[in-house]
């Protein structure tokens, strides 16, 4: 495992049970270097969306622990936030969740002349995912083929 894989592991492992107490559902964690800087990103949610308080309330509980058991190296910024509208789907629950709902996709190669395609979620499997276009064509790519999944809205 790389040091940002068990990074993320153990911010997990520590995150869960305040989240569990919150009533809120981890969404990712994530431990990246934006503008020489590292951040370690846990995104939660819960039904009817997370506020700033719910942000703020899991940070402080989530700080004494980071504190305590001090297991990155390097110095970071530790942030809480809601995955927003558009955060990709990347884990099985996040495709249960949009069962029938509307997708878009982005593959990385054009498939029939096009990069983008918009559909019904209608399966999945560890490796495809199957849409319903509105015209009712049923499409199925390999994941490892999928740019971007994320649910699609109309604005």
Do not use: H
């Not at 964690?29 to 939660?44: D, F, N, P």
């Not at 995955?83 to 990709?88: A, E, N, Q, S």
């Amino acid at each position: 495992m790389s040091k940002r894989e068990i990074y993320e592991s153990r911010t997990e492992a520590l995150i869960l049970p305040i989240l569990e107490e919150f009533g809120f559902e981890l969404v990712d964690v994530e431990y990246v270097k934006e503008g020489g800087t590292w951040y370690l990103r846990a995104y939660i949610d819960k039904e009817g969306g997370i506020t700033v308080n719910d942000c703020e309330a899991v940070a402080r509980r989530m700080n004494d622990l980071l504190d305590e058991e001090d297991y990155i190296e390097e110095s970071y910024v530790f942030e809480v936030s809601s995955p927003g509208l558009g955060r990709p789907l990347k884990k099985e629950k996040d495709y249960i969740r949009s069962m029938g709902k509307d997708v878009e996709i982005r593959t990385y190669r054009a498939v029939n002349r096009q990069k983008e395609f918009i559909g019904a979620l209608k399966a999945y499997t560890d490796d495809t995912v199957t849409i319903e276009t509105e015209d009712g064509e049923e499409m199925t790519f390999q994941k490892k083929e999928i740019a971007l999944i994320r649910l699609a809205f109309d604005f």
